[in-house]
């Protein structure tokens, strides 16, 4: 299978934050990885593999060289696990019209007019009664198929469609599940999530469910150098780092690190977001474990290397205009450096070089993205998780157009390219 085919298996699991990490856990234990409790007494091997979850939709997977952590640095990968979409409110059915809607909020920054009259289906994760009266047990859930759809209104009852339309995300950005009939006018959600995990209605105390693109992705083109998909905003990068870690060659001494944060598409301003302090723990933790004091563990912070992985803009045929003058990634082009003199891209001239000699060992190409001087572009991981783990660091990511939109486009060969650079970083 290649690479571009195991992206798009990947994708087809990862269809909620709490999927992605589920899937990553399911390749970490084939590749003999053990799982920590995030709160229990770790007892780190040398030699050892490792990964914890946290609250269910981030993730931290670590090796550790033979040697320990003795003449080898710190090396880490960061990525995001969620993405732009709609996510379903309390109370969410609504029978109106003859139609049954759904309610929802937006989560993230998405192109709306793109999630219009596409089949859409619903995961993520359905908190249970447990077994102590005071105690819940989550259950992942995906229905696996469209359930829902958002109609354009047609252009004889709209003739300015073409001029543009501003969707309101109330009103008309709210999909239709059914058409009621009269003799069959009852609908209840909770009892179709607890016939899905196999439950009582009654059990079911709460839900953080997910609206998501349910199309396969595809190659594109005539020679097929594109691949066009729901989700490449960043389970690209959230594949290449998993790969990455798991493929490498094991160094002598040294940690390798793998973080998958949630909410970087609402700020990362939560507990299992870039901004939390809750990584910095886990990581005082594996050092405290290995016999390390709290400078050991400051001086071995400011002595590593981070890469935070997410994708970047490539330049647009339709649009050059929107792409810096000098600096135009081309999809196929091998892997971004993003740079931004604001630092909402974290980098600096010696990571850059850095990269830049990766990219030559691990015989793979690099280009660079930077914003034009007149236009803002957006933020990532880097910058924020820099200020709470400050290590060197650098953005990079796969180029890519219609960033935010339903589905995104790629070119086949970069993921095989930022798999083999992490692969390398990582050896």
């Given amino acids: 299978m290649g690479t571009i085919e195991e992206l798009n298996k990947f994708i087809k699991k990862a269809t909620s934050p709490f999927h992605t990490v589920d899937s990553v856990c399911e390749e970490l234990k084939a590749k003999g990885f053990t799982e920590l409790n995030m709160a229990g007494k770790w007892e780190i091997q040398k030699k050892g593999r490792y990964y914890v979850k946290v609250y269910d939709s981030t993730l931290m997977a670590f090796t550790v060289g033979e040697n320990g952590i003795a003449g080898g640095d710190l090396r880490v990968c960061s990525a995001h696990t969620d993405f732009p979409c709609f996510k379903l409110k309390p109370d969410a059915v609504i029978n109106e019209n003859g139609y049954r809607k759904i309610n929802t909020e937006l989560y993230g920054g998405a192109i709306l ?5 596409r089949p859409l289906s619903v995961a993520g994760r359905v908190i249970i009664k447990g077994k102590g009266d005071l105690e819940v047990e989550n259950r992942l859930v995906d229905f696996k198929r469209p359930v829902m759809i958002i109609p354009n209104l047609a252009i004889h009852l709209n003739r300015e469609v073409n001029k543009g339309v501003e969707l309101n995300r109330q009103k008309e950005m709210l999909p239709i599940a059914d058409i009621i009939s009269k003799e069959a006018d009852k609908f209840c959600l909770e009892e179709r999530l ?37 989700r490449l905003d960043n389970l690209t990068s959230v594949k290449a780092a998993v790969d990455g870690i798991t493929g490498a060659e094991e160094r002598e001494s040294g940690i390798n690190m793998v973080i998958l944060y949630d909410n970087e598409e609402i700020g990362s301003r939560t507990k299992q977001g870039a ?9 005082e933790k594996i050092m405290l ?15 590593g290397k981070m890469i935070s992985a997410d994708v970047a803009h490539g330049v647009h045929p339709n649009y050059p205009e929107k792409s810096d003058i000098t600096n135009k990634p081309m999809l196929n082009g091998g892997t971004v450096i993003k740079i931004a003199a604001s630092q909402s891209y974290a980098n600096d001239g010696v990571a850059s070089a850095f990269i830049k000699l990766l990219a030559k060992k691990s015989k793979t190409q690099c280009q660079t993205f930077v914003n034009r001087s007149d236009m803002s572009g957006g933020s990532t991981l880097g910058a924020i998780t820099s200020t709470i783990l400050p290590m060197r660091t650098i953005d990079i990511g796969v180029p890519i157009l219609a960033m935010h939109s339903a589905r995104e486009l790629m070119g086949v060969n970069d993921q095989k390219c930022i798999k083999k650079l992490l692969t390398c970083f990582f050896s």
């Fill in 275 to 283: 901004q939390s302090d809750i990584i910095l723990l886990l990581f």
């Fill in 194 to 230: 607890a016939g899905l995990i196999n439950v009582k209605n009654e059990d079911i105390l709460d839900y953080e469910l997910y609206i998501y693109q349910c199309e396969e992705g595809e190659k594109i083109g005539f020679d097929k150098t594109m691949f066009s998909s729901p």
């Fill in 113 to 117: 007019n793109t999630w219009l009259d």
């Fill in 289 to 303: 474990s290995l016999g390390k004091t709290r400078e050991d563990m400051i001086d071995y912070l400011i002595n």
